[in-house]
């Protein structure tokens, strides 16, 4: 499929953008950063196609390229809030904690309906343990997507360490039904420390 639509457009900046974008989905990120630096070849400056290929070069750990990356979107426009919350997402990954922190309250004063960024400052402040605030930002996400398993997983954990233990497990409750797979992650959670032991914790694995 790919083929016959690069025949059609062999020099569309586009095309290669949204070729690598989608195999970045599908987990082929190296393929992915081939069609995105074709796209990048053409057009330098496609600020999406940069975006992208950051993104991939930090799932394959390559970190220090892929902030290049998003500070050079940055360089462009400092309000560009993918690059924001990707470079928080990097920091947080590299230990950074408090740098991620700043970058995503950047990215959620800019655009306050932006629940990538409310996630982002939650899981840092989680990082920082800072559960109360922490636990506000993961509500606000919640509040933009109640179907959000990953949200009400980070929303149990940060309940389960201020030790409000039955509303830990309702959360999980709701993480589990929403994403099953999270039931494989709380076996090694040790922010569950303190619910471990109870039967309806027992009944989640």
């Given at each position: 499929?790919?083929?016959?639509?690069?025949?059609?457009?062999?020099?569309?900046?586009?095309?290669?953008?949204?070729?690598?974008?989608i195999l970045?989905?599908?987990?082929?990120?190296?393929?992915?950063?081939?069609?995105?630096?074709?796209?990048?070849?053409?057009?330098?400056?496609?600020?999406?196609?940069?975006?992208?290929?950051?993104?991939?070069?930090?799932?394959?750990?390559?970190?220090?390229?892929?902030?290049?990356?998003?500070?050079?979107?940055?360089?462009?426009?400092?309000?560009?809030?993918?690059?924001?919350?990707?470079?928080?997402?990097?920091?947080?990954?590299l230990g950074?904690?408090?740098?991620?922190?700043?970058?995503?309250?950047?990215?959620?004063?800019?655009?306050?309906?932006?629940?990538?960024?409310?996630?982002?400052?939650?899981?840092?402040?989680?990082?920082?343990?800072?559960?109360?605030?922490?636990?506000?930002?993961?509500?606000?996400?919640?509040?933009?997507?109640?179907?959000?398993?990953?949200?009400?997983?980070?929303?149990?954990?940060?309940?389960?360490?201020?030790?409000?233990?039955?509303?830990?497990?309702?959360?999980?409750?709701?993480?589990?039904?929403?994403e099953p797979?999270?039931?494989?992650?709380?076996?090694?959670?040790?922010?569950?420390?303190?619910?471990?032991?109870?039967?309806?914790?027992?009944?989640?694995?």
């Amino acid at each position: 499929m790919f083929k016959k639509v690069i025949s059609l457009n062999p020099n569309d900046a586009e095309v290669w953008s949204y070729i690598g974008e989608i195999l970045g989905r599908l987990g082929k990120y190296k393929e992915s950063i081939d069609s995105l630096n074709k796209s990048l070849d053409i057009r330098p400056d496609n600020v999406k196609a940069i975006n992208n290929k950051g993104v991939n070069l930090s799932l394959l750990g390559k970190y220090e390229e892929a902030m290049d990356l998003f500070d050079k979107v940055l360089e462009f426009d400092q309000k560009d809030r993918e690059a924001l919350v990707n470079k928080s997402d990097v920091l947080l990954r590299l230990g950074k904690y408090k740098e991620s922190l700043k970058l995503a309250e950047k990215a959620r004063n800019f655009y306050p309906n932006f629940s990538t960024a409310w996630y982002n400052v939650g899981e840092a402040l989680l990082k920082l343990e800072n559960e109360s605030k922490a636990l506000a930002a993961f509500e606000k996400v919640l509040a933009f997507d109640p179907k959000d398993g990953e949200t009400w997983y980070m929303k149990a954990r940060c309940l389960s360490r201020i030790d409000m233990k039955d509303e830990a497990l309702d959360a999980l409750v709701v993480a589990t039904a929403i994403e099953p797979k999270n039931k494989k992650k709380i076996k090694k959670e040790p922010d569950f420390a303190s619910i471990k032991e109870s039967k309806r914790f027992k009944k989640l694995k």
